[in-house]
């Protein structure tokens, strides 16, 4: 049965964010999202403009496929897209995996539920600060984030302006023992200088850290950048 729209599957790489930055995985990209962030990186998942990339997948297709790209050379696989927790379907390959020794992990925004959660091993839940344009529904992350109490969990939000800090602190404020980090905003998610994105990236991870010092609300946070773009810029598919 063919059932999970895939935009990409890469790898092997690194986790260049987040909880478990610099982990060997695989990365398998679904299409589609609930959000419309404006600095989305990753717009081409819900903006059209790769519709005729999007394939059906079913989970035994997408695991062969893993494997084919990276042979005995990973034991861990991070889904995102998109936001993957649309897909009811999912749950199917998260089993799959795991029945397979395959670590899993996952990205999403804390929009939505699926009970197929439970079973990833590192869940990131990235809740959107104003300059995305995009409105927290602080109900239904209240719901997500009590079912998941137990589990590997963090929160993580991408900081572009100080009113994007304070919003980050309230989210921490109001989850406190959920593992917090701060990411540095690509604010240029199209060029291909390397050299200016480099060094633009460096300086905004140099406020955030000096943002971050000086506030104590934030003694407990990790403040991170967005390691694959400083390796690779806004390349695709690493
Ligand atoms: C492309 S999203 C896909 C998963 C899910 N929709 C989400 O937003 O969490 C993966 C991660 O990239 C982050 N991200 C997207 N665009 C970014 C940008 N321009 N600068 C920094 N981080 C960005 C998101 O906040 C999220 O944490
Ligand atoms: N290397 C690498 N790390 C990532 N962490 C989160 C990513 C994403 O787009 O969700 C991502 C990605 O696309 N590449
Ligand atoms: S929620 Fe994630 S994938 Fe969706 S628009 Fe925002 S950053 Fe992009
Ligand atoms: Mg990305």
Redesign the pocket.
């Known amino acids: 049965m063919s059932s999970i729209p895939v935009l990409e599957i890469f790898g092997p ?5 987040g909880m478990v930055i610099g982990q060997k995985t695989m ?1 398998v990209r679904t299409a589609g999202c609930d959000y419309r962030c404006a600095w989305c ?2 717009a081409f998942t819900w903006d059209g403009s790769a519709k005729e990339q999007i394939r059906q997948m079913s989970a035994e297709e997408i695991w062969q496929e893993l494997k084919e790209l990276g042979g005995d050379n990973f034991s861990h696989v ?1 889904l ?1 897209g998109g936001n993957p927790a649309l897909l009811k379907s999912l749950g199917v390959l998260v089993s799959l995996l795991q029945q397979n020794g395959i670590r899993t992990a996952i ?1 999403t925004q804390g929009s939505r539920w699926q009970d197929w959660l439970l079973a990833v091993d590192e869940v990131t839940f990235s809740p959107k600060p104003p300059s995305s344009g995009m409105t927290t529904d602080f109900l239904a992350l209240d719901y997500i984030l009590e079912k998941m109490k137990h589990k590997d969990i963090s929160l993580k939000v991408v900081v572009f302006d100080e009113q994007d800090f304070a919003y980050a602190k309230q989210v921490h404020e109001r989850y406190p023992d959920v593992p917090f980090f701060l990411q540095v905003g690509n604010e240029d998610v199209h060029t291909t200088d390397d050299d200016v994105l480099l060094s633009r990236l460096l300086s905004r991870y140099e406020w955030l850290i000096e943002r971050a010092v000086q506030c104590k609300e934030m003694n407990d946070a990790k403040v991170l950048p967005q390691l ?1 773009a400083l390796v690779w810029g806004n390349k695709r598919g ?1």
């Open positions: 790489t690194i986790q260049g964010e990365f990186d990753s991070t995102s990205e694959h690493v």
